[in-house]
């Protein structure tokens, strides 16, 4: 059938598949967040409600997409790594970030009130989100190091920063000015010496910020089950798993030789 006499405007719709064979980093990062934080009274440096937030949009975002092999998080931006071999869409570009950014959004707004209780949402919030494509492991691990080398940086920074301002009593131009081309032993030492703030001591959570993994559950580890569920547990080829946070480093090697991550 031919159709009406309309449909060929289909045809400018081009396909945009994304090169097969190769490692997919999904990013997202909430639109203008330095205004939506301000509006919602986050607090500085870290609003802990936020960021747990941000961590179990991930995890549902994880829980929906199992091609989703490792997440990292910081501030309002979150990174995903897919299954080099993931057919998920048939890898068409545009369908995989809006559906992606969509579902995370819903997911934060969703449970808002959860970790927000006495906090509604004056506004609804908005993210970007891009795929870049790797075409090896070194590239991977260089990507999430970049990205967990960036936490480091802007929470010295602003752990400093807020430091000055809040116990310090200067006002956010002066510590502008004080913070100014400061290297990190510098601002370890402005925190160790004016707040008896030992940066190591900051929770990891904001030093490392989050990576969510799935982690394989062993059988022991699930008390509540039926002998029945246990059974048809057994029974699927697939071992379960349990998607976590945690708050480690990813730059060194031990994370991913502990996991088998980057394997297909
Ligand atoms: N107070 C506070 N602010 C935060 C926190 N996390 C993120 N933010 C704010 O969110 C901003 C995120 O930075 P960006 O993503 O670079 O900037 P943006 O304003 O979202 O702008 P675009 O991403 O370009 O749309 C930070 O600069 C902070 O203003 C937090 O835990 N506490
Ligand atoms: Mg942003
Ligand atoms: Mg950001």
């Not at 059938?1 to 190769?22: C, I, R």
């Not at 969509?102 to 609804?124: G, I, K, N, Q």
């Not at 999430?144 to 400093?160: E, G, K, V």
């Amino acid at each position: 059938m031919a159709g009406s006499k309309y449909q060929y405007v289909k045809n400018f719709e081009l396909p945009d598949p994304l090169l097969p064979g190769t490692f997919m980093v999904y990013r997202l990062d909430g639109h203008s967040f330095h205004r939506f934080s301000d509006e919602h009274e986050f607090s500085k440096p870290n609003d802990l409600r936020a960021l747990r937030l941000m961590d179990h949009a991930a995890q549902k975002l994880m829980e929906e997409y199992p091609d989703i092999v490792l997440g990292f998080g910081e501030s309002d931006e979150y990174s995903f790594l897919l299954r080099k071999s993931t057919s998920l869409y048939n890898r068409r570009q545009s369908k995989i970030v809006s559906t992606l950014t969509s579902y995370f959004t819903s997911c934060y707004v969703l449970y808002w009130p959860t970790f927000f209780p006495d906090s509604p949402l004056r506004y609804p919030p908005s993210f970007d989100g891009r795929v870049v494509l790797y075409p090896g492991e070194k590239e991977i691990r260089d990507y999430f190091a970049w990205r967990q080398a960036d936490t480091h940086i802007n929470n010295l920074y602003n752990t400093t920063f807020w430091a000055l301002v809040q116990q310090g009593g200067e006002t956010t131009t002066q510590a502008h000015a004080t913070l100014r081309g400061t290297i990190s032993k510098e601002k370890n030492e402005i925190l160790f010496s004016r707040f008896q703030i030992n940066y190591n001591d900051i929770d990891p959570r904001y030093r490392k910020g989050s990576v969510v993994v799935r982690t394989e559950v062993p059988e022991e580890e699930a008390p509540d089950e039926t002998e029945q569920q246990k059974k048809k547990a057994k029974k699927k080829a697939k071992p379960r798993t349990r998607i976590d946070v945690i708050h480690c480093d990813i730059i060194k090697d031990q994370f991913w030789n502990e996991r088998r991550i980057l394997e297909e």
